[in-house]
């Protein structure tokens, strides 16, 4: 199966063009240290403004690719927005998880050109 090896490829370019947070917190603001406990949701003042809504892990050891689903809070009408994808790399050092790397895939269209994409690159291969 060359897919997790092509992907590892696609991270290590096109994560970089991605920002970086420094640690990554779980939703109650602590450090994780378990891959359970890595997750996109994410609170200000209380209220909940982004919403996992999936998670595969692509892989796992010392780097670890994970494939998010989420949706955002409109403020403006209180409700949760379309699906959206984050591709993200952590490192584990120290016991702790930090991000070192996302790709945010905008939309749908660009989820399924990836997928098309990689599909027949894959099969010529």
Do not use: C
């Not at 060359?2 to 992907?7: E, K, T």
């Not at 420094?22 to 949701?41: C, H, K, Q």
């Not at 939309?107 to 010529?124: F, G, H, M, P, R």
């Amino acid at each position: 199966h060359q897919s997790p090896r092509f992907v590892s490829v696609i991270l290590k370019n096109v994560g970089r063009l991605g920002d970086s947070s420094p640690t990554s917190f779980n939703t109650e603001g602590m450090m994780s240290s378990t891959i359970d406990e890595l997750t996109v949701s994410y609170e200000e003042d209380g209220v909940q403004v982004t919403k996992e809504t999936g998670k595969e892990i692509l892989s796992k050891g010392a780097w670890t690719t994970i494939l998010f689903r989420y949706q955002s809070l409109d403020k403006g009408t209180g409700e949760f927005g379309k699906d959206m994808y984050t591709i993200r790399r952590y490192q584990k050092r120290q016991g702790e998880y930090t991000m070192k790397s996302k790709f945010n895939i905008s939309s749908t269209e660009q989820a399924t050109k990836i997928v098309d994409i990689l599909s027949k690159w894959i099969t010529a291969a």
